[in-house]
């Protein structure tokens, strides 16, 4: 196989027949010693987070599977910390896309002059640019469009799924007394189809019960019991 990305999380391969195989580390992004999924910097290793990232990716992408949402997810070993997976073509170098349910974080920094911690949003969906020079710049449906990286169309068709996506999981963790504050998504196409690609991890998300925060290896053991 052919190494062709290293990212903050995960390391990128292409394998013989096309297929791209992911392996998951134990780095997490933060700042100030608080794990942040929306921070462009690597905080640290934390031990076991490859694994914890791999098995709740793999209990989430069988989720969508069969609510009949597309993603790249081929399959995984949980051993190898590793999961194969689609080829899928980005958008640009990349979007992140952001389904908020609650104030927090970066929103609460941008918007602190009209908004309040912790205040209610109803699936209210960002999208940045993967850019670390220039901070993962917020940009808007018409920028998008007229850069050439999506149509007005996929514009909402991204944000429709983000929000059946963000749906599902925040449904499924309210049933284990967990609240999803936010979660941040990747989409691609594959022969033409827009689907979720990338992870979906601990490390993805913010997780709170009874107004803490939980982290991802304590989250990962509260999905899938290790």
């Given amino acids: 196989?052919?190494?062709?990305?290293?990212?903050?999380?995960?390391?990128?391969?292409?394998?013989?027949?096309?297929?791209?195989?992911?392996?998951?580390?134990?780095?997490?992004?933060?700042?100030?010693?608080?794990?942040?999924?929306?921070?462009?910097?690597?905080?640290?290793?934390?031990?076991?987070?490859?694994?914890?990232?791999?098995?709740?990716?793999?209990?989430?992408?069988?989720?969508l599977k069969k609510a009949g949402i597309p993603t790249h997810y081929i399959d995984s070993d949980v051993e190898e910390n590793t999961m194969t997976v689609l080829p899928a073509q980005t958008f640009g170098e990349g979007l992140e896309i952001i389904c908020r349910f609650k104030v927090y974080g970066s929103f609460l920094r941008r918007y602190g002059k009209y908004a309040q911690k912790e205040q209610p949003l109803n699936s209210l969906v960002e999208i940045t640019l993967k850019d670390d020079d220039r901070g993962d710049p917020l940009i808007g449906d018409e920028a998008l469009e007229q850069l050439g990286l999506l149509s007005l169309q996929e514009c909402a068709v991204l944000k429709e799924m983000t929000r059946k996506i963000a749906g599902i999981i925040k449904d499924d963790l309210a049933a284990r007394g967990l609240e999803l504050y936010d979660i941040k998504f990747e989409f691609g196409r594959v022969n033409g189809q827009i689907i979720l690609i990338d992870d979906i991890s601990g490390g993805n998300m913010r997780v709170f019960k009874d107004g803490r925060q939980i982290d991802p290896l304590d989250l990962s053991r509260m999905i899938v019991g290790q």
């Fill in 1 to 63: 196989m052919r190494h062709v990305y290293e990212g903050k999380t995960k390391s990128v391969y292409e394998l013989e027949d096309g297929n791209y195989l992911l392996k998951l580390k134990d780095d997490v992004t933060g700042e100030n010693g608080q794990i942040d999924p929306g921070a462009n910097s690597i905080m640290g290793e934390l031990e076991g987070m490859g694994k914890a990232s791999l098995l709740m990716s793999r209990y989430y992408f069988e989720l």
